[in-house]
């Protein structure tokens, strides 16, 4: 029977071939998330909780909303609504925090956004977001180092889906170890590893009468339309995710983070498109296990909290 060989003139391998978004990218004409802009485009700056756990007494944004430029200091009372998304079949419907932000007193970690400040430049957004003081009443976090199973049930709630605790088990450990002839018992850890690709997370949000458009730094675009769609009710053919390029994730941008909706929300009340860009300094509450491994981490005692850890 014939066969179909690749000539040299058209096998890729042994050959220079042209990456198609080479040139693009090193010219800098490739738009990623934070690169659109639209006219009368602000800018919003989440405020970070500085406490591990504990409950909001008191957000003071008095003098962050005189300040220049300002066109608003979002919270829980003036977000608007957000729903809640419900996770579908497969990959449909994930989210890291399944909580929407703003929706209630309660702080579960450390970073955890407790307000937006919106301004028509970044460095305003900023300032103002600077200049929110919020008052806690705090609590002792969850910072044991020894992560044992506890009465952790067999079934554990994660980002994906409902996964057992115990992904594979070989033989009788504990027998094994206690008839050895030979015992080594040591712990051994690793350090905390962050997802910090050279891209910030950032979104710019757009709306057009009851449609919505993100510009978006996602590996998922369905995913994320879907999880959007379910938090401002809309239906799915009424959201639309752009994402041209991804200046990489490691697993971080698989699922919506809290600036998505915040993004989109402000937009929703002010009337005009908003891009919020996460901070270097942000990315660092997030852990890598949280996305990448998803069913490696430890079972969370409050099930709201799917993805982040408590950090002292």
Known sequence: MPTTQDTGATSPIGRDTRRVDGPLKVTGKAQYASDFHFPGLLYGVPVEATIAKGKITKLDKVAAEKMPGVRAIFHRDNIGKIFRSVQGQGFEGISDERRPPFEDDIVRYYGQYVALAVADTFEAAKAAADAVRVTYAKERPNVDTDLRADDEPDVVPTTVAPTPRLQSKRGDAEAGFASAPVKLDQTYVTPTETHNPLELHATTA???????????????????????????????????????????????????????????????????????????????????????????????????????????
Not at 214 to 228: A, G, H, K, P
Request: aromatic content about 8%; overall charge positive; glycine content about 6%.
């Open 206 to 312: 757009l709306w057009e009468d009851s449609k919505l458009t993100l510009y978006e730094s996602t590996q998922s675009i369905f995913n994320t339309r879907s999880v959007l769609a379910q938090m401002f009710g809309l239906p799915q053919e009424n959201v639309r995710i752009v994402t041209k390029f991804v200046g990489s994730g490691f697993g971080s941008k698989l699922w919506p983070w809290s600036h998505c909706p915040l993004a989109a929300a402000a937009a929703r009340q002010l009337g005009k498109p908003v891009k919020v860009v996460i901070s270097r300094k942000m990315m660092f509450p997030g852990r890598r296990a949280s996305s990448a491994h998803p069913t490696a981490r430890k079972a969370r005692r409050d099930p709201e909290r799917e993805t982040r850890l408590a950090c002292a």
